[in-house]
């Protein structure tokens, strides 16, 4: 099948924002539910399989992992009812790190089922069963050929590591000032976030195609970025400011430049062609649909959401930055960040990219 590779727009839509249960993915996920909803359906009707066996990867701990379920059996349901089928058994796995807040998914799935119950037909309610998976999905999870779908949303741009290729030999930073690719970086920091990436995304492949079914699909969504350029300020905004952030805290004498230089974000944004050629590189997938949906920001609103942005990348940085600096300078560094992205927001409107890809496994 040709891939197809579009860009949409949707102003208005909210901050960017890397946390799993953000408004903006919210909106995201509701955009391209008809892809997820075509690709799990067809899927139905090729297989037909008595359980569908599904794989949230990265699910953190938001409604969004539950939603996203619900909305499957609700559809699959209807789709069985048109095609005078019986509807299958749904056995649903819930990954992300261990560190992870697996208990308020479990807390949600009394009033889940509840919900489940109350939309099922008159043939009776749907049978979903829901686990909880800890573990990185950078390595295996699942036993051989017994997934037939997987969903990731807004967790593939988050890389394995730090990209070794950032320090030198004595292990001091090529990329001093900054904690990500910025205009100022030595070409070769690129480079190397480039590398991590293809490997992780590489690896994240081969694994799930042991995974998976013959025929099996996956639908991913990632932060990504339009162009060839990754120092565009829609790619590098939210990174730039939070350096600007540590350097008010430096020259305050709260922590040591030298330290900061040492940290760096695990982080990337790959572009539509990138993650094609990749898949194409890998060889265990076809492409079926390859899209970026480019979601804008109102910048009247950047007063209101300087400072939850700030919170939102808080909640993924601050267990790395406490590591790192200790609990001293978490509040104090959040508090200028959310001061500069408000600053900064009111001045130009933002736009992120959310890369949509759809995955069949080859026999």
Known sequence: MSVERVFRMKEGVGETSYAKNSLAQKEALHMVKHITIHTIIDLYVSKTPQTLHIADLG???????????????????EKCCEISKPMPEFQVFLNDLPTNDFNSLFVALPDFYNKLVKEGSSEGSPSVFVAGVPGSFYGRLFPSNSLDFIHSSFSLHWLSQVPP?????????INKGKMYISKTS?????????MQFQEDFTHFLKLRSKELISGG????MMQGRKGRDQTDRNNILYWELLAEAFASIVSLGEVEQELVDSYDIHFYSPSLEEVEGIVQSEGSFEIDH?????????????????RATAMTIRAIQEPLIRHKFGDGIIDPLFERYGELLEEELAKEEVKSLCLIVVLRKLT
């Open 59 to 77: 699910c953190s701990s938001g409604s969004n992992a539950l939603s996203v379920i619900g909305e499957i059996v609700k559809v699959l349901g």
């Open 165 to 173: 290729g950032l320090f030198d030999k004595d292990g001091k930073s």
């Open 186 to 194: 030595p070409k070769s920091v690129t480079e190397a976030y480039f």
């Open 290 to 306: 390859l899209e970026g949906i480019e979601i804008g920001r109102n910048s009247s609103k950047a007063i209101k959401t300087g």
């Open 217 to 220: 699909r996956m639908v991913l």
